[in-house]
């Protein structure tokens, strides 16, 4: 039985996100906005700033599927999702299916139906390990009409993108949704689009993911790989390492949050979550490329060198390496989230060349 008190409290809240979802409604302030604005508040009543990301992300996700739904007019499109199964292959068979698309499944045990599956499709999407990526490109390839558009939405770009310009004709383009499949919708969550060939046959696709509420980034696949180094390989491992560092030590978590500051439960929550998921998806995102276990070694040092300093309690080398670290943060390129993407990409894009790869014969 529900206590009277919470029940009225509830109640309360319910009326509250009523009116929430009205002011969203003739709105356009983004969620990093609202939580800025709100950010020493919850610090204060010590809510932990996960809570409030969840509420502004489902307010936006329930206010774009209201707003969107009844004007996005989809041209039905058949669709084939390979590995439309797994977590984040359903995903997307909900949000095209929900579009009023065709979508279709292949797994590992229908290829005999291959030529029919993939033979029509004027999509196909590739939801499968990484590991094992290239191998089904080079399996769907010979069954894809020159007109069929195919990508992947794997976390690295770079070695799919080539490998699809390789084996297949016709359009190419190479996606990464940066969310995990727990999301509703595409609200308020960034999907990195790495063009490849005959990027007009996937306007569609894109325009789609903008109008649910979704912003699409445009890279090359090089840098694409050169910024997942750090946004998720060498995150992922410093996690990963906290985490099974308190599972060695026995750590009683719940009773450390009873004492902890805000950013602990925060970051406690986020180890939750990385843990919550299949081990293989999250070693196989640190073990993807040479680059990201050579940048995983390289922290690892940096760790070490670090430990080393705090073990001779050399308080004035750690100071420098504080003042160093804090310069860099405090660089105007770096404090300033105003920056375009275009000016962004200007910066960056001249490490990187595209791979020539010839169309196949």
């Known amino acids: 039985m529900i206590p009277e008190k919470l029940k009225q409290t509830d109640q309360c809240l319910i009326e509250l996100l009523r009116d929430r979802l009205s002011l969203l409604t003739a709105s356009k302030i983004s969620a990093e906005e609202q939580l800025d ?29 209201v707003a969107s ?42 290829w005999e139906y291959a030529d029919q599956l993939l033979g029509s499709a ?25 007109t069929t558009a195919l990508c992947d939405i794997t976390s690295i770009k770079t070695e799919p993108v080539q490998a699809m310009l390789e084996y297949h004709c016709g359009p190419v383009m190479g996606l990464h949704p940066m969310f995990g499949p727990n999301v509703k919708s595409f609200a308020e969550e960034k999907v990195v689009a790495c063009p490849g060939r005959n990027n007009d046959s996937f306007e569609w696709l894109l325009d789609f993911i903008k109008s649910q509420g979704g912003e699409v980034i445009v890279s090359t696949p090089e840098e694409h790989d050169y910024m997942m180094v750090i946004i998720q390989a060498t ?33 406690i929550d986020i180890i939750k979550r990385l843990f919550a998921q299949s081990p293989h998806l999250c070693v196989d995102i640190m073990l993807a490329t040479q680059d990201r276990c050579q940048s995983i070694a390289k922290l690892a040092d940096t760790y070490n060198r670090l430990a080393r300093l705090v073990a001779r309690k050399d308080r004035a080398a750690l100071i420098e390496e504080f003042e160093n670290a804090q310069s860099f943060f405090n660089e105007e390129n770096i404090s300033s989230p105003k920056l375009s993407q275009e000016n962004h990409a200007d910066r960056h894009l001249s490490r990187y060349r595209m791979p020539v790869v010839p169309n196949r014969s």
């Open 69 to 110: 739904s009844p004007t996005y007019k989809a041209t039905p499109r058949n669709i084939t999702i390979i590995g439309g199964r797994g977590r984040m292959g359903r995903f997307f068979t909900q949000q095209l299916t929900a579009a009023g698309h065709n979508v279709s499944i292949l797994e590992n045990e229908d």
């Open 37 to 65: 604005q709100v950010r020493s508040l919850l610090a204060s009543a010590g809510i932990p700033e996960s809570i409030w990301t969840n509420l502004v992300n489902g307010c936006h996700a329930a206010v774009s599927s």
């Open 122 to 146: 004027e999509l196909v999407i590739l939801s499968v390990p990484i590991k094992w990526t290239v191998d089904v490109i080079k399996r769907a390839a010979q069954y894809l009409a020159p």
């Open 235 to 267: 995150r992922h491992f410093s996690r990963f390492s906290v985490g099974v560092f308190l599972a060695q030590e026995g750590i009683d978590i719940e009773r450390s949050l009873s004492m902890s500051s805000p950013s602990y439960r925060q970051e």
